[in-house]
């Protein structure tokens, strides 16, 4: 089965512990995305990556980091979690060929202290 | 400063009657315009999509209008059911590319039975 998968799903944590939240796809895409969604403000993209080892920044890259080393892969890494960081993420991927046709996770939600 | 705009956060119709969802967008950039679909604990799924050279487009029940020179876009679904009851994203994109998707706030519709 085609999909996204992200883990954990549901996370609480502390401020400043160090968290990676882990995206993978199995469809063989080479965009992918991480979003988050906060009430008021809708989806907003943080990074994403056009293929292995390229990667660049969307509209809220700051407190994040990521790397793509391998294509299936896409991890999110908060070094030093803040409360404003508490949302509910998302990974997305999408074919070259049907960019615009993005396949979303079903999401992560950190809550951090 | 918010690119994409749905400013009315929810809608109620009665099952059979049409649902018109408004999306408004202040870049002149975008080029490509997407509706998403989102049910609660899950993931956007994508619905249908909308090239700026157009002004329609059509998929079953799903149309998507688009007016360049109001920079508006809106959704109509005909007639409504009760799974169409979810939150919808209008997203926009530069360069008919997915690898930066500026989503608008989401507008919650509820279908009556």
């Known amino acids: 089965e085609a999909q996204v998968t992200q883990n954990p799903r549901y996370l609480i944590t502390v401020t400043g512990k160090k968290l990676t939240v882990t995206c993978s796809q199995n469809m063989n895409h080479e965009y992918m995305s991480w979003y988050r969604q906060d009430p008021g403000l809708g989806l907003r993209q943080i990074y994403y990556?056009?293929?292995?080892?390229?990667?660049d920044k969307g509209d809220v890259p700051e407190g994040y980091k990521v790397s793509r080393k391998e294509k299936r892969n896409f991890p999110l890494i908060l070094e030093s979690p803040s409360p404003n960081q508490t949302s509910l993420y998302f990974c997305?991927?999408?074919?070259?060929?049907?960019?615009?046709?993005?396949?979303f996770g079903p999401g992560t939600r950190l809550t951090v202290t | 400063d918010q690119q994409v705009k749905q400013n009315s956060p929810s809608l109620s119709v009665q099952e059979g009657r049409i649902s018109i969802l408004n999306c408004d967008y202040t870049?002149?950039?975008?080029?490509?315009f997407l509706w998403y679909k989102k049910y609660p604990a899950e993931g956007p799924t994508f619905l249908i999509s909308?090239?700026?050279?157009?002004d329609k487009n059509e998929d079953g029940r799903f149309t998507v209008f688009l007016n360049k020179s109001a920079k508006h876009l809106s959704l109509h679904i005909v007639p409504s059911q009760p799974g169409d009851s979810a939150v919808y994203f209008c997203?926009?994109?530069?360069?008919?590319?997915?690898?930066?998707?500026?989503f608008g706030t989401g507008t919650r519709l509820t279908i009556i039975p």
């Open positions: 997203a926009a994109s530069r360069n008919f590319g997915n690898e930066k998707l500026t």
């Open positions: 990556s056009m293929n292995v080892e390229v990667t």
């Open positions: 997305a991927s999408s074919s070259a060929e049907s960019s615009y046709e993005q396949y």
């Open positions: 909308i090239s700026s050279i157009k």
């Open positions: 870049n002149s950039m975008f080029d490509y």
